[in-house]
């Protein structure tokens, strides 16, 4: 059961760099998330897909940039990371799709540490 | 903002039921109250959610009180492994339903 699959798990990025954080989840969910927590945080939302086609901002989407590429595959981009970026992001998927009825649980992934020096 | 209260954390025998409090005074009448667990710095495992009834799973029970301002999230035999920081969320209607993470209690269950 892989479940919700983040890829990489590690990453160091120079300023201004731009790299892509890749999540898959094989459950056939319909929504996707991705958060990001940081020191002593709980998780923020940061861009939402309530299904295939669709994305949405959550509260912390400036510098992002997401892809929902297939019902499966929800990515997100840094165009140009900064320091303040510095996180370990989240991804979660949950059956919930555009009704949003709110009782399906959300699944998370391992999670991406990324520094940005 | 975070719509529960938690304590900040609590010690737990091993064996023992671990009983974990949350208030959550404004929740609104079709918002569910979920319970997830963060071990180390892993990803948010998901325990149990409820609307207004009794929720009882392999993992934990969940109690919300008849005016749902308030739940009990039960561990009937806390084992080390149950050392985690728990989350009470109260899952809003907005940005896809969205989880708030407030800050937890870190649970310590000891031998």
């Known amino acids: 059961n892989a479940g919700v699959t983040q890829t990489p798990k590690f990453q160091v990025l120079k300023t201004g760099q731009s790299m892509t954080l890749q999540c898959a989840q094989d459950?056939?969910?319909?929504?996707m998330y991705w958060y990001r927590q940081d020191p002593g945080m709980g998780l923020r939302l940061i861009y939402y897909?309530?299904?295939?086609?669709?994305?949405d901002k959550g509260e912390v989407p400036n510098g992002y940039n997401v892809s929902r590429l297939n019902k499966r595959e929800f990515s997100l981009r840094l165009e140009s990371a900064a320091p303040s970026q510095t996180s370990v992001y989240f991804c979660a998927s949950s059956r919930d799709g555009a009704s949003m009825l709110g009782n399906q649980p959300q699944h998370f992934g391992d999670g991406t540490r990324l520094s940005i020096l | 903002d975070a719509k529960t209260t938690q304590p900040t954390s609590m010690d737990c025998a091993e064996g023992r039921a671990a009983n974990l409090p949350c208030n959550h005074s404004t929740i609104s009448g079709n918002e569910y109250v979920y319970w997830y667990r963060q071990i180390h710095s892993q990803g948010p495992q998901y325990i149990i959610h409820?609307?207004?009834n009794n929720e009882t799973n392999e993992m934990a029970s969940l109690i919300i009180t008849e005016d749902r301002k308030s739940s009990t999230l039960i561990l009937p035999h806390a084992t080390l492994r149950d050392t985690a920081v728990y989350y009470c969320?109260?899952?809003?209607?907005?940005?896809?339903?969205?989880?708030?993470f407030g800050q937890g209690t870190e649970l310590s269950v000891k031998p």
């Open positions: 969320i109260v899952r809003v209607w907005e940005q896809g339903g969205k989880l708030i």
């Open positions: 897909s309530a299904s295939e086609g669709t994305t």
């Open positions: 409820g609307l207004k």
């Open positions: 459950m056939n969910h319909n929504s």
